[in-house]
Each structure stands twice: as C-alpha cells, then as structure tokens.
C-alpha cells in the first residue's frame, strides 16, 4: 500500500544512499546477497559496502561485461549478486553478457543502472542512456524498472532479492530527486499506480519523470483539462489490465519518460493499445533521435524537453 508525501517539493535522501544502506540491511538478513562494483565506489557509495562487507564486496575495475560474468557465475554458486554501474555501461555495454551468461543460462543478475537520460549531468554523451529499458525488456523474462524515488528504490531493490533467477534492472538517479511517496509505502511488482485521478486525459510516466507528471496535471487541471496520472514504475512486466481499464473513456493517452520514444514506456503502452484495439489517440513523450550531451541536468531536461511545462504543451496539442 502506497501515500503520497505530504510535501512533493522535498529532495529525499539520495539514491545511491538508499540502494546502498539496503543493500547492507539485506547482507545482515541473507549471507547470499553479494555486491559487484565497475570501478565507481566513490560514486554510488559501494565503497561503503566494501568497509562493512569486505568479504561481500568485488571490485571488478573498468570491466563492466566481467562484472556480469562474475555476477552469473556467482548465481550459479548460490549467491544474490547485484551490480551497479552507469546505465549505458550496465546495458548496452555488456549486454550479451547480460543476455547469455544471466538469462539464457538462468542464473540471477540484479542491475543498479545509475543516472539514466538527463540524470547523467556534466558525464555526457558517452554515458547518457536513452535506449537502456528499450534494450531490457528485450531479453525474456526480465523485470525491468524505473525507480521514482528514494523509497519506491529501496522497495525495488529488498524486492529484487527475493525474485529468484533472471535479469532484474532498475534505472534511477544517484543524486536527491524530489519525494514522490511516503516512507513506507509499498507497491505490487508488475502493477502500476494511479496517483492522480481524471476523466479527460491519461498520463502514464515513469522514473524521476512522476513528480513532473503530477505538476502538469496540477497546472492542466487549472486550465480546465481533467488528467489521470499512473506510475508505470514496472515497465516490464507491464500493468496491461491497468492501461486497459484507465484509458476507457479518455480523450487521449500521453506516455513521459527520460527515455527514447523507441523500446521504453511509451513503446510498451502503444503495443497494449495496439493489440487491444482500444481505439484512442497516443502521444508518445519522450527523447526522439538525440543522443546526450554535456550540461546541468536541469538544464539537460530542458534541452530534451522532458519538464513539466513541455508535457503541458504536449497533451493541450494532443485535445486541439
């Protein structure tokens, strides 16, 4: 069961920090979770869990397609291995890895993509990733997800240690985002969540994206325009049932994401209103064509036109 939190304009605790202290809260519970770094301790903070778990901790260096070797061959040996790297660098980077040696041979590999799309910041284009779930949810039987804040993270990652065998990916910021839920809440893997309701317009976002969604349907509802707002925060699987009965009587449906149009949130509801023939107008808002670039996130977000008031002037276009 999920709140809202009181607050939205609240940074909550980062990211980084949360996936960390709960990957240091499931060591105590299970000797089996292990850690795997690609030479970014300093920056997700699993040097934190290099101290207090030495034992449980591999530091595989620049190599991000070892790390996922590694980590399926410790699968195999019994181990709960999670790994964390950028999201270019944890995907598209080493995804035959991924693909064969995780989930063609059925063992277990929980990914950590960090900074995903604008989150990348001053990093730039060489680690900006707007094509990681579009990659995942290709390989069968992943769980892949975009984190919208620090506690829907810390829910994903105690809930990616009890999935069993597969490929398990969450993209999320390693930085503060602004709160979304309230601490505590928990959520249904493969279901999404109806944060907002509203009679004219579907907005299904996900990720860092939510907290934007919501403001938009707050400054279109002063305009008049009614907007229901879902947190498709499980791409893979994704909430069919939920799309289906949610976009019943809706002028139109708008997917948001800090992702490419192609192979992320936006492609998986087009396919859902596609194969049930539900009849109304998709706008798929998203990265078109680009790759990254240097700069500010704040300033990146607008450069991609992925903010509040881009989404306001998208879905007013979609009614006219």
Known sequence: MFQLAQDRSQMGTELRAVVVSTLQDLMKENDRVVALEADLGGASGFTKIQASNPDR??????????????????????????????????T??????????????????NIYGSDPGFAVATNGGTHTTYE?????????????????????????????????AGVHYVRGNRKAVREVYAP??????????????????????????????????ETLEAQGISCEV????????LDVDLVVSETAG????????????????????????????????????????RFGQVGPASFLQKEYHLTADDLVNTVTEALA
């Not at 890895?97 to 041979?105: D, K, P, T």
């Not at 579907?202 to 919501?214: C, E, N, R």
């Not at 879902?230 to 791409?235: A, S, T």
Request: proline share 3%; hydrophobic share 50%; charged share 15%.
């Open 57 to 90: 901790f591999v530091q595989c260096g620049i190599a991000e397609a070892d790390m996922m070797g590694i980590a399926a061959g410790m699968s195999s040996e019994g181990f709960i291995p999670f790994t964390h790297t950028f999201g270019p660098f944890a």
């Open 184 to 217: 505590g809440s928990t959520f249904e893997m493969g279901k999404g969540n109806v944060l907002r309701s509203g009679s004219d317009v579907l907005i299904i976002a996900a990720g860092q994206l939510v907290s934007d969604a919501l403001d938009a349907a």
């Open 230 to 237: 879902i947190d498709m925060f499980c791409v893979k699987p």
């Open 132 to 164: 990681d779930m579009g990659l995942m949810r290709t390989i069968p039987g992943a769980v892949v997800c975009d984190a919208a804040d620090a506690t829907q993270m810390e829910w994903i990652i105690r809930a990616f240690a009890n999935l069993g």
């Open 92 to 109: 598209r980077r080493c995804f035959d890895q991924v693909f064969l040696s995780g989930a063609y041979a059925g063992n277990t590999i």
């Open 250 to 289: 809706k002028k139109c449906v708008v997917t948001f994401e800090n992702h490419g149009v192609i192979g992320g949130l936006g492609s998986a509801v087009a396919e859902v209103l596609a194969e049930k023939n539900l009849g109304v107008p998709l706008v798929r808002h998203g990265v078109v064509e």
